[in-house]
């Protein structure tokens, strides 16, 4: 398990930047927008004495960050432990979400949630994602079998202060990539500068989050 993390650090600190995501493959069966929801299942379904958990799913959005911070801030029981089941996405958003799990020091585990009620179709189509968004519990099952964090999860994952993955779940990660999009059609001296510019900014943030902070920014890094 520590050789899976120290690999994974070291595989994260690579050159890149701002999105992070599966081929599309690996994104099939995933929804497009990061969904968390409450789950509850069979006694000891996330481990002895343990049928309570928090589901954070799907593709990492470019919004994901304020749903979870308003979603966490309405579930006072810190011990739950939270499953993730994503394959990636926004990498700057990852960062977000990552610092709010470290304030709650999160118990943050690779698990995939199957809703009960979704049992006769898939677990992202408009039915079953208008019953994971209502805001109670959800009736579910848990498994690792298969279940993935992959790309810009990982930060998700590292953002929790207790870290556990099932020999059956993949932690995966690869190289990010940067994303631009401009109005019209500005200089190529210009894309270039504001690349550069996003390519630092990127690698900043993504020293202040493994914890190699400057003197005054390590408030950053708690």
Same mark, same amino acid.
């Given at each position: 398990?520590?050789?899976?993390?120290?690999?994974?650090?070291?595989?994260?600190?690579?050159?890149?930047?701002? =999105?992070?995501?599966?081929?599309?493959?690996?994104?099939?069966?995933?929804?497009?927008?990061?969904?968390?929801?409450?789950?509850?299942?069979?006694?000891?379904? +996330?481990g002895?004495? &343990?049928d309570?958990?928090?589901?954070?799913?799907g593709?990492?959005?470019?919004?994901?960050?304020?749903?979870?911070?308003?979603?966490?801030?309405g579930?006072?029981?810190?011990?739950?432990?939270?499953?993730?089941?994503?394959?990636?996405?926004?990498?700057?958003?990852?960062?977000?979400?990552?610092?709010?799990?470290?304030s709650?020091? %999160?118990?943050?585990?690779?698990?995939?949630?199957?809703?009960?009620? +979704?049992?006769?179709?898939?677990?992202?189509?408009?039915? &079953?994602?208008?019953?994971?968004?209502?805001?109670?519990?959800?009736?579910?099952?848990?498994?690792?079998?298969?279940?993935? +964090?992959?790309?810009?999860c990982?930060?998700?994952?590292?953002?929790a202060?207790?870290?556990?993955?099932?020999?059956?779940?993949?932690?995966?990660? =690869?190289?990010?990539?940067?994303?631009?999009?401009?109005?019209? =059609?500005?200089?190529?001296?210009?894309v270039?500068e504001?690349?550069?510019?996003?390519? %630092?900014?990127?690698?900043?943030?993504?020293?202040?989050?493994?914890?190699? &902070?400057?003197?005054?920014?390590?408030?950053? +890094?708690?």
């Amino acid at each position: 398990m520590l050789a899976r993390s120290l690999l994974v650090l070291a595989s994260l600190m690579l050159p890149g930047a701002l =999105h992070a995501e599966g081929t599309p493959a690996e994104k099939t069966g995933f929804a497009s927008r990061l969904t968390i929801y409450l789950a509850k299942g069979p006694p000891d379904a +996330c481990g002895p004495g &343990c049928d309570r958990w928090i589901a954070i799913e799907g593709d990492i959005d470019q919004d994901a960050a304020p749903r979870i911070r308003r979603f966490l801030a309405g579930v006072k029981d810190t011990q739950r432990p939270i499953y993730l089941y994503s394959p990636g996405g926004n990498v700057e958003q990852s960062y977000v979400i990552g610092r709010l799990l470290r304030s709650r020091k %999160a118990i943050g585990r690779v698990g995939r949630t199957i809703a009960t009620a +979704c049992a006769a179709g898939t677990q992202v189509d408009a039915a &079953c994602l208008k019953i994971k968004n209502t805001g109670g519990e959800v009736e579910a099952e848990l498994t690792t079998y298969h279940a993935m +964090c992959n790309s810009a999860c990982g930060y998700l994952f590292l953002g929790a202060t207790s870290r556990e993955v099932a020999p059956d779940a993949a932690l995966a990660v =690869h190289n990010s990539r940067l994303v631009l999009a401009f109005h019209g =059609h500005p200089p190529p001296a210009a894309v270039a500068e504001y690349r550069q510019r996003r390519m %630092a900014r990127a690698d900043r943030d993504r020293v202040l989050w493994n914890g190699v &902070c400057p003197a005054k920014a390590e408030s950053a +890094c708690r």
